[in-house]
């Protein structure tokens, strides 16, 4: 049996990017709203009457990256245990030659995928690392 075990970080979208110009503000703030009301018990921003024309700020810029809809992966830490025993380890998207994170995002999940090619879902199981911003 094998237990994956994996934590994804995340980026917001490149700052160059043509898609950003599609960005609209007002659906930005009103992810950004959502994603702090499950964080806060109230919340004195309305994301309904911000205008489309508005600019994005810095804190939602930085809080797309938790959208897998803009988000980009920066790196994936993983921890293959076989039969109990951690038989691999380490950070998907770091190179050992710059001794930094690559930014490569389709390298980093072609990695991941090809580290699952013999998984088997009623033998293994995936767990997932997740982490709630405060």
């Given amino acids: 049996m094998k237990r994956i075990f994996f934590d994804v970080e995340s980026l917001p ?4 990017s043509p898609f950003n110009v599609a960005l609209n503000p007002a659906i930005v703030r009103r992810l950004c709203h959502d994603k702090r009301k499950q964080r806060e018990s109230s919340s004195t921003e309305s994301a309904d009457t911000v205008s489309p024309h508005a600019r994005i700020c810095d804190e939602e810029w ?4 938790l959208h897998a809809e803009y988000g980009r992966v ?14 691999r380890y380490g950070v998907l998207g770091f ?16 990695q991941f995928w090809k ?4 998984f088997n879902p009623p033998r293994d ?10």
């Fill in 95 to 110: 190179d050992s030659e710059s001794a930094s994170l690559h930014t490569n995002e389709r390298r980093t999940l072609r």
């Fill in 13 to 16: 979208p490149e700052a160059a």
């Fill in 74 to 87: 920066l790196c994936i830490g993983i921890i293959i245990e076989t039969d109990g025993t951690p038989s």
């Fill in 62 to 65: 930085r809080e797309l990256a």
């Fill in 125 to 134: 199981l995936i767990i997932v690392g997740v982490t709630q911003l405060k």
């Fill in 115 to 118: 580290l699952l090619e013999n």
